[in-house]
């Protein structure tokens, strides 16, 4: 077998595509709240961590602003940015804000994952970055094109993780610090 990757909290930037209020209204109920939940625990953490943070807009004049749970979530220093392909890597500023934070592992929430999801991850590995998607923080207006988008990424070799094993895999200790206040965000 080969050596499975792990997240590592000093490498790792959180990623989060396009969980604006107007594309969430097409989603699933269920699938949406399960992903906005992932992003808000995971941005929280990203924040009392120190993570880097960058969150994209898909044309936010037709789609809307982020939604207003994700946003209060975000720390100070997140970045935003705004886009109008499907693929972050090829939106304005993305690759310069990824060379700032000089971090290699991506955690990659967002939706829709067989659209903008897929296409950034597809992305990020190309250019020599290693994503990790996050299987419960993206959704698709269709359940089957979210599972489809999952299992390619996963047939590419990119590692599918949760929220929790992604929390757990940066705190990598129950004696971190900050193991008591960020894991009772779980119940």
């Known amino acids: 077998m080969d050596s499975l990757p792990l997240l590592r909290a000093e490498d790792s930037v959180l990623l989060l595509i396009d969980l604006q209020t107007r594309l969430a209204s ?4 269920d699938g ?5 939940d992932s992003a808000i ?7 009392e961590l120190g993570l880097p943070v960058i969150a994209t807009l898909q044309y936010p004049k037709g789609l809307g602003a982020l939604d207003p749970d994700i946003e209060a979530a975000l720390p100070a220093h997140a970045e935003r ?7 972050a890597c090829a939106a304005d500023g993305f690759a310069e804000t990824l060379d700032m934070c000089g971090r290699r592992q991506m955690v990659v929430c967002g939706m829709e994952t ?4 897929v296409q950034t991850v597809a992305g990020l590995a190309a250019d020599g970055y290693a994503p990790f998607v996050v299987a419960d923080g993206v959704c698709s207006r269709d359940p089957a094109h979210a599972d489809n988008a999952l299992a390619r990424m996963r047939a ?8 929790e094993s992604a ?6 200790d129950a004696r971190h610090e900050r193991f008591k206040a960020l894991s009772k965000r779980l119940k």
């Open 26 to 29: 097409s989603m699933p109920s």
């Open 114 to 117: 067989h659209v903008c999801v």
């Open 41 to 47: 625990l995971l941005a929280e953490a990203a924040g």
């Open 32 to 36: 949406w709240v399960r992903a906005r």
């Open 81 to 87: 940015i705004e886009k109008t392909c499907f693929s």
């Open 167 to 172: 929390l757990f895999e940066w705190l990598r």
């Open 156 to 163: 590419a070799g990119v590692p599918v993780v949760n929220r």
